[in-house]
């Protein structure tokens, strides 16, 4: 990508966080995104043919750093198995509280969801919960370790997880011990 295309889509990716901060991501149109970014329509169509697009790219980067940041902490950290896999656990849950509403708005897509389970990010994922998983369920063979990966993701996307923190009134200390609970098996 040219380099002052980049600029611009790092541009439109920087205003739409600032706008989302301030408003819901339901309220933010691509107009105020451009006009904010100080960028032609079409531009930014250019960049990102629609709100989803656009979202999908924002959260897919938002999932990157916390991947970045929770494999910083494994290569550093000397911590049990057991406080490694609360970590990254406590580190999800505040990924997903702070982003709830841009996740929402991409869990909701209509083809997102799909494209994101094929996705390299997805992979590198739930290979993070497999690594954190794995020494505590050392008796656990790889398809069991995937599939818990994959319901630890799933049991945390923004529907239950919303559900969890505003109907049954869970904090997110409570959320991690709890499904600490579940995915710590005892032999």
Do not use: W
């Amino acid at each position: 990508m040219r380099k002052d295309a980049q600029q611009n889509r790092d541009k439109i990716l920087t205003t739409a966080t600032e706008l989302f901060q301030e408003r819901t991501v339901a309220e933010v149109s691509m107009k105020d995104i451009a006009a904010a970014a100080k960028i032609g329509p079409g531009t930014l169509y250019r960049h990102f043919p629609n709100k989803n697009e656009l979202c999908s790219a924002l959260a897919l980067r938002f999932i990157d750093q916390f991947l970045s940041s929770c494999q910083d902490y494994l290569t550093q950290t000397t911590a049990t198995p057991v406080a490694q896999l609360k970590h990254v656990l406590a580190q999800y849950i505040i990924f997903r509280e702070r982003r709830l509403q841009l996740l929402a708005f991409v869990e909701t897509g209509p083809t997102v969801m799909s494209t994101y389970y094929q996705s390299d990010l997805y992979h590198r994922l739930v290979q993070l919960f497999k690594r954190v998983l794995h020494p505590v369920n050392k008796s656990v063979n790889d398809a069991e370790l995937t599939f818990q990966a994959d319901m630890l993701i799933a049991m945390l996307k923004s529907d239950s997880y919303a559900f969890q923190r505003q109907q049954r009134k869970l904090s997110q200390a409570q959320l991690e011990q709890l499904i600490t609970r579940l995915l710590v098996m005892k032999d």
